[in-house]
T-cell receptor
Framework: EADIYQTPRYLVIGTGKKITLECSQT?????MYWYQQDPGMELHLIHY???????EKGDLSSESTVSRIRTEHFPLTLESARPSHTSQYLCASSGVAGEETQYFGPGTRLLVL | GESVGLHLPTLSVQEGDNSIINCAYS??????FIWYKQESGKGPQFIID?????DKRQGQRVTVLLNKTVKHLSLQIAATQPGDSAVYFCAEKSGFQKLVFGTGTRLLVSP
């Protein structure tokens, strides 16, 4: 079982609200990732980080932002939620160079009304 | 660009049968491959991985086969159980590039 946590697990929020999805890992991994996944569909990388103070945009354009102030913490923020942001958000982390396996958290299901 | 795809979106098997889930990839430079299992409402869970210098790797009830000639990856599950019902994703990686995930195959196991 991977030691990576996401909160909240479920979130229902109104349009225009600012939200932050939390992700923490206790494995000391340098690399962390955020994916967006619609039900039954593939994973789309939206952000990643190779270490503290490092953040990069992923393959899928996203209106969200991320920060990496601490190794173990990689929060994702939506400044103004919209119904198009309704999806599942998965956080993952991976270890040192040569250890490519990504370990995933349980995900946050977001519904924007 | 790179792409990883699955031949069958849904695979239905009887409990006790062996299951084979297939995956095609297009990047001949890919050197690392992973299979993930994702149950409903959960994040993907690592099952097994294989590097390009291997053709076969076995785990507990699972075997991954890699055919680099035709750029094909498969996951074999022996004696499939109802608890194996999930969506299975393959993912591939080239060097220091990011993982690229396929679209997923849903495995349905009937008792």
């Amino acid at each position: 079982e991977a030691d990576i946590y996401q909160t909240p697990r479920y979130l229902v929020i109104g349009t225009g609200k600012k939200i932050t999805l939390e992700c923490s890992q206790t494995m000391g991994h340098d690399k962390m990732y955020w994916y967006q996944q619609d039900p039954g569909m593939e994973l789309h990388l939206i952000h990643y980080s190779y270490g503290v103070n490092s953040t990069e945009k992923g393959d899928l354009s996203s209106e969200s932002t991320v920060s990496r102030i601490r190794t173990e913490h990689f929060p994702l923020t939506l400044e103004s939620a919209r119904p198009s942001h309704t999806s599942q958000y998965l956080c993952a982390s991976s270890g040192v160079a040569g250890e490519e396996t990504q370990y995933f958290g349980p995900g946050t299901r977001l519904l924007v009304l | 660009g790179e792409s990883v795809g699955l031949h069958l979106p849904t695979l239905s098997v009887q409990e006790g049968d062996n299951s084979i889930i297939n995956c095609a990839y297009s990047n001949s430079a890919s050197d690392y491959f992973i299979w993930y299992k994702q149950e409903s409402g959960k994040g993907p869970q690592f099952i097994i991985d294989i590097r390009s210098n291997m053709d076969k790797r076995q785990g507990q009830r699972v075997t991954v086969l890699l055919n680099k000639t035709v750029k094909h990856l498969s996951l074999q599950i022996a004696a499939t159980q109802p608890g194996d019902s999930a969506v299975y994703f393959c993912a591939e990686k080239s060097g220091f590039q990011k993982l690229v995930f396929g679209t997923g195959t849903r495995l349905l196991v009937s008792p």
